[in-house]
């Protein structure tokens, strides 16, 4: 399945996030915590703390769309000690992180803080 054709901007929530949150409010923090708008087009990607499940929004310029992965046996390599609140990934860092490589050891990792 392709989510899409060219790939936006990405970014990382770096807290950890209680997975109950849906797509209200998933966008409620990305509006009012990381202050960017949530239907830029941009990807937004979010951890739970026992980092075995993420969810991805965003807006495909019908709606918001919501994907989720479970992973079975493994944890993905959340970033830890990420000194500001949001990271920006590049397309293949996205694919390593859901692939389940650590993208903070690989080039290219741009760290970015709310405005």
């Known amino acids: ?17 209680d997975f109950r949150k849906s797509i209200n409010g998933l966008s409620a923090l990305v509006e009012q ?14 951890c739970n703390r026992n980092r075995d499940k993420l969810k991805i929004l965003y807006w495909d310029k019908t709606g918001f769309a919501l994907w989720y992965k479970q992973l079975e046996r493994d944890k993905f390599k959340w970033p830890a000690n990420i000194n500001a609140e949001q990271m920006v990934l590049s397309e293949q860092q996205f694919h390593w992180l ?6 903070v050891g690989h080039q290219h990792v741009f760290v970015e803080s709310y405005c």
């Open 1 to 17: 399945m392709i989510m899409f054709q060219e790939l936006p901007k990405i970014y990382l929530y770096r807290d950890f996030i």
């Open 33 to 46: 915590e990381m202050e960017l708008p949530s239907t830029d087009g941009s990807v937004f990607v979010f």
């Open 98 to 103: 859901l692939s389940g490589f650590d993208v």
